[in-house]
């Protein structure tokens, strides 16, 4: 890759366009000071990127913009456009030319450019990674930093050593790792907190759900069995009122028989009602004929009050679209005027254009003649210069080969006693190196025990927390089992309680005598208590008793009788005690039977009745066929264990037993038992709350006992002696080679000096014949110097002129370009004005002719309302006479009326016993009506579209009620519900487990992360040391070839453990020096070091271009010399472009530029390449 050329516009001093060429290997920038030589550099860093301004030696970035003169105007934005050819593919793309630009606008806007494509910094930064180009490589370099080099001012010298080892990127992956990192345990810290709270209100919710689900059931069942209940009740009132339609129609008769002779005299009166009727019905459409009448007359007056809207709205528009022609009539006539005043000003320009081509054409000829003198005496004294440039160089040749031989003889003498000593110390180093590999192979093994055993105790843990969560889960479900089980106890509870308080099941006569007889006078039902699985068969049989009072004497009972006689409550059943002799007949034993009496639990005072009751009843231990319970004899009374069939004396009953049989027996004593088993039910949850809490604070303690950090802690320090290991290895390779190295450099030595000394003989005698030879030759060339030198100065005046009005040319050249841009820019708006023009007439047509039609439409409706009201004013006469005539007939029928009400009178005890009849018929309808609506305003449902259930079907009316009952009675109780639980409980589930999933796919990232991280660090690290190590040795070559072959120097790592980040530290020994800090060594040897070091950068890695602002500044003579000398001997590789003020330095050069500022404050350059001249002339011109 080879940097082409560079293009500056409006950056600092540079105002105009400005190339500069960098087609050569060396090329030089000189000027006098503040001409605006650096601010080349600070455009090269500027246009890769460049974001300090201080780096840049301003202020603030917008200061990169020209600022304008006393004669210039500032210019609006800065450009820098660098142009690469991309010669070996260094850079990733399919271009052979590669620019890269960036423009600052003063408004602060930055716009960067990938061959004229806009694009980001960070697609031009990425493009130069690890090429050795960029704003902050070691290829750009001022005198500046090299004391920031020497002193690691800002860690300066590792940059550079990461630019050359190619890490850059490595470095860069990982801060983006490290952050990526951060970032994901922070997700995960945020991902854990919110599963933790979703997981608490998941639970709560989850409750509520199951909380609602039932309650929805219920709420279903009882729906049910209103609606079938509902159903009953209505047909049963439907059949009532077909029986009451039947008597009405019976008594109609009786009716029409006796208003035989009312109906002569009404006949008159229902043709006149007839008539009437007829009449009104024909002023009814009458009447509506008018009203629809009025209604088109509305819609007509809307439909104008709209068209007139609309035309108003298209002139407002009409408006606007004539202001906007004008507008643009305007603009296009100061657009013409503008291109008239254009058009004359290129004139004038074009004149100007043509009398500078003119004045230049004739400089053009004046230096040609004066160019074609020089290159005639040119030849001559080229010949003599070039006849003495080779004795010169053969003479300076031979010297300096004698010399350096001599020198090289010398330098592999102590080169060999160095690389012996160095050998001998290498070895010792050897030996502790091996030592300290054993020792990181041992802590490695160590280490790697330790984790295992983390590892294992970490298994065990998560295996623990595991169990006990297991444990919870489980605890936590029987829980949440006893404490349904404890709900539905205490829902029938409540039930219960509130049918015994309420009496539901009793008749009214019992339920009025609870409240205004004796409330501590027991009823039948509420004495007896059996086992459950006894129940329904023991209710079955007393059915028929169990809603007697039973009472000590004959005179409670007859008190309770008035009472309800005087109250007319009904009629209500006592047992009286004081008749039941106090005898308990022991039951008979019977297979497969059990004794009914025996079964039953009941206060002694109340044996004797139960004893009466349940005498000689026996019921079945299991369920039996019909046929099995009638062959047991008529004494007994048997029944079947489910109550489905009992057999008596003489009868026989049976069918399906319902859903609430048994439920009626003994409320009051299950009442006792359903509260007994509530509190152990309670007492319960009570016990297995605690063991939950235990097993909670037992997972806490585990929870906090996590040897996941310490693992980590372990693996990262397994990961830092593997890494130490891979060091030290590195370091023990590196160490095998080198003493390879050593040895066969101390066998060369050898070899060499021998060849040296017979060389050395050799020259001596070739250099004193050389001598001879130069002294002739400078006696011939003194005589035509000064011819020459007159014709030399001549033609560099004459190119200076010619140069300057070529100059001249392309600046009115320019500014003809730019006035005819304006030119056709003014053009452009012309014809854009003009189509906006002929839009805008365009759109006043069609508005116009819009216009005209809603003119006739308007005229249209007009018309039509003016007919509509008149044909309405019409009607209305018309229907004025109607009304006459229907109040006339009415008042006849009136007339009528009074004599037929006459003769009703007559009939009216008939009729009577009819209006009764219909009464009862409406307040039938009427309930039936109620009992529609209660359905619908209760269940949401019409009783006509009720299906009945499985559950209800073939149950008894008084099942359903008590099944209904049942339900309200739960529901009632049930307490609040979310409806919304639910589907908040779904949503809530389906977030929790996506949450979940997140959580996993982080947790792999997390350690897929640390991974690549581990990965990156051991990458960069063995790059990072093979290149230290290779710029060490390169180094050390470097600085001797630049001092002598006994000076010592060496590059040092401070800390070998962590070679990324530790500081490199330079030592430096010139011959005879012991400087305690490189900080002593004078101005010179401290450049020299730099250029050592950065010169050995270049050996492990080339720049494709090397930029030195005033670098060579505190260099002598003769080490200038070796600085030049070392740029031609990489310049072979790369580009070099150097700033300098040494006059030796600019000798060396290819193509130098020069400087200058014609105008105060406007930089400028101008290009000589110095390989068309001799050096020693050009700088015997300088120093004359």
Not at 238 to 261: F, P, R
Not at 1083 to 1089: A, H, P
């Amino acid at each position: 890759m080879r940097l082409k050329n560079l293009e500056i516009k409006g950056f600092k001093s540079f105002a105009d366009d400005t190339v500069i060429h960098f087609n050569e290997a060396v090329t030089g920038i000189v000027g006098p000071n503040g001409s605006g030589k650096s601010n080349i550099v600070d455009a090269i860093r500027w246009v890769l990127g460049e974001q300090k301004g201080r780096e840049l030696r301003l202020e603030h970035m917008v200061d990169v913009i020209f600022n304008g003169t006393k004669k210039r105007k500032e210019a609006p934005l800065a450009q820098v456009t660098l142009t690469f050819e991309n010669t070996k593919n260094l850079l990733p793309l399919d271009y052979h030319t590669i620019s890269i630009s960036r423009l600052l606008y003063r408004s602060g806007e930055s716009e960067y450019r990938l061959n004229n494509v806009t694009c980001r910094l960070k697609d031009i930064t990425s493009l130069f990674l690890d090429t050795g180009v960029g704003s902050d490589s070691y290829a750009i370099i001022a005198l500046g930093m090299v004391e920031d080099i020497l002193s690691n001012k800002e860690n300066a010298r590792r940059k550079m050593f990461e630019q050359a080892a190619g890490i850059s990127k490595y470095k860069a992956r990982k801060r983006e790792s490290i952050n990526k990192l951060k970032a994901t345990n922070e997700d995960l810290a945020r991902i854990e907190d919110l599963l933790f709270e979703i997981n608490n209100n998941l639970v709560e919710l989850e409750k509520q759900a199951k909380r609602t689900k039932k309650y929805f059931e219920m709420r279903d069942k009882y729906k049910s069995t209103g609606l079938l209940l509902a159903h009953i009740s209505v047909q049963r009132l439907k059949e009532k009122i077909q029986g009451l339609n039947t008597q009405i129609e019976a008594e109609i008769i009786k009716v029409q028989d006796q208003e035989v002779l009312l109906h002569q005299s009404e006949a008159d009166h229902e043709k006149f009602k007839k008539s009437h009727l007829d009449q009104e019905k024909n002023l009814g459409d009458f009447q509506r004929k008018v009203n629809e009448i009025l209604d088109s007359i509305r819609l007509t007056e809307s439909e104008i009050q709209i068209k007139e809207q609309k035309k108003l709205l298209i002139k407002n528009q009409q408006e606007h679209v004539l202001k906007s022609s004008m507008d643009a009539k305007s603009k296009i006539e100061v657009l013409k005027q503008d291109i008239l005043l254009i058009e004359t000003e290129i004139a004038k320009t074009t004149l100007e254009v043509d009398k500078v081509n003119a004045y230049s054409s004739g400089l053009e000829i004046e230096y040609t003649e004066i160019q074609s003198k020089y290159d005639g005496l040119k030849i001559g004294v080229d010949q003599y210069y070039a006849q003495k440039q080779q004795l010169e160089k053969q003479v300076f040749d031979l010297e300096k080969e004698i010399a350096i031989q001599l020198n090289q003889y010398e330098n592999f003498d102590a080169d060999t006693n160095r690389n012996k000593d160095e050998l001998e110390q290498r070895t010792n180093e050897f030996k502790s190196i091996q030592q300290e590999i054993d020792d990181s192979n041992k802590r490695i093994q160590d280490i790697q025990v330790i984790i295992a055993d983390i590892s294992k105790a970490e298994e065990e843990r998560q295996a623990t927390l595991v169990t006990l969560r297991s444990q919870i889960d489980a605890q936590t479900q029987k829980i949440g089992e006893i404490n349904r089980r404890k709900d539905a106890k205490k829902n029938e509870y409540e039930l219960l309680k509130s049918m015994v308080e309420k009496m539901e099941g009793f008749p009214e006569s019992i339920r009025f005598l609870n409240q205004n007889w004796r409330k501590d006078v027991p009823v039948l039902t509420d004495l007896i208590y059996t086992d459950e699985k006894y129940r329904s068969a023991i209710e079955l049989y007393l059915e028929s008793t169990l809603n007697y009072y039973v009472v000590h004497s004959e005179s409670e009972a007859v008190h309770a009788i008035r009472l309800l006689f005087s109250n007319a409550k009904g009629k209500a059943n006592f047992f009286i005690l004081d008749k039941f002799k106090n005898e308990i007949t022991e039951p008979v034993v019977i297979p497969g039977c059990i004794s009914a009496y025996s079964l039953i639990e009941v206060d002694s005072i109340y044996k004797p009745l139960l004893n009466y009751l349940l005498k000689d009843v026996y019921i079945q231990e299991h369920d039996s066929q019909l046929e099995d319970v009638i062959k047991f004899p008529d004494e007994m009374s048997v029944i079947s264990l489910s109550g489905s069939i009992v057999k008596q004396k003489n009868t026989i009953s049976g069918g399906s037993v319902g859903l609430f049989e048994g439920k009626k027996l003994g409320r009051k004593k299950h009442l006792e038992k359903l509260e007994q088993d509530i509190k152990v039910l309670e007492s319960e949850v009570l016990d297995m709350d605690r063991a939950l809490t235990y097993l909670k604070n037992e997972q806490k303690k585990f929870d906090l006992i996590n040897k996941q950090q310490e693992l980590v802690a372990a693996r990262k320090q397994e990961s830092e002696y593997l890494q130490r290991l891979a060091q030290i290895s590195t370091k023990q390779q590196h160490f095998n080679e080198l003493k390879e190295r050593i040895e066969l450099r101390i066998q060369d030595n050898t070899e060499k000096q021998s060849i040296l000394k017979k060389n050395q003989e050799e020259k001596s005698i070739d250099l004193s014949k050389a001598k001879s030879s130069y002294q002739e030759l400078i006696n011939s060339i003194s005589q035509s110097d000064q011819v020459f030198d007159k014709v030399s100065l001549e033609l560099s005046q004459s190119a200076a002129a010619f140069n300057q009005s070529k100059l001249e040319v392309l600046k009115w050249q320019n500014t003809l370009d730019n006035i005819t841009k304006d030119l056709e820019y003014k053009t452009r708006q012309i014809d854009e004005s003009s189509r906006q023009l002929d839009h805008d007439l365009k759109n006043l047509n069609d508005q116009e002719s819009e216009l005209v039609q809603l003119d006739l439409d308007l005229m249209e409706l007009k018309k039509n309302l003016e007919d509509r009201f008149e044909f309405k004013k019409n009607m209305e006469a018309d229907l004025s006479s109607l009304e006459q005539e229907y109040y006339t007939i009415r008042n006849t029928i009136s007339e009528y009326e009074g004599k037929i009400r006459t003769a009703q009178r007559n009939i009216s005890d008939i009729q009577s016993m009819t209006n009764s009849l219909k009464d009862q018929r409406s307040e039938f309808n009427y309930r039936i009506q109620s009992s529609y609506e209660k359905a619908m305003i209760e269940f949401n449902t019409n009783i006509d579209d009720f299906v009945p259930d499985q559950e209800t079907e073939g149950m008894e009316e008084e099942q359903l009620r008590d099944r209904a009952m049942y339900y309200k009675v739960r529901l009632d109780n049930y307490g609040e519900i979310n409806p919304l639980a639910l589907e908040a409980y779904e949503e809530m589930k389906t977030r929790f487990d996506k949450i979940q999933e997140q959580r996993l796919d982080i947790q792999t990232a997390q350690v897929s992360l640390l991974e690549t991280i581990k990965e990156i660090e051991e990458t960069a690290t063995a790059n990072f040391l093979m290149a230290f190590n290779q710029v060490r040795v390169h180094f050390q070559d470097v600085f001797r070839s630049l001092f002598t072959s006994d000076d010592d120097c060496d590059l040092i790592l401070l800390d070998e453990n962590d070679p990324l980040e530790c500081d490199i530290d330079i030592v430096a020994k010139p011959k005879g020096k012991r400087p305690k800090s490189i900080h002593q060594l004078s101005g010179g040897e401290k450049t020299l070091t730099a250029i050592a070091l950065l010169f050995s950068l270049y050996l492990l890695k080339p720049a494709p271009f090397c930029i030195f602002d005033e670098v060579d500044a505190p260099l002598d003579d003769i080490n200038i010399e070796k600085f030049n000398t070392i740029i031609r001997k990489f310049s072979s590789d790369s580009q070099f472009i150097i700033i300098t003020h040494n006059k030796l330095t600019m000798a060396e050069v290819d193509v130098l530029y020069g400087v200058y500022m014609e105008q105060q404050g406007i930089s400028n350059v101008a290009a000589v390449d110095f390989r068309k001249y001799e050096h020693d002339v050009v700088l015997s011109g300088m120093e004359n």
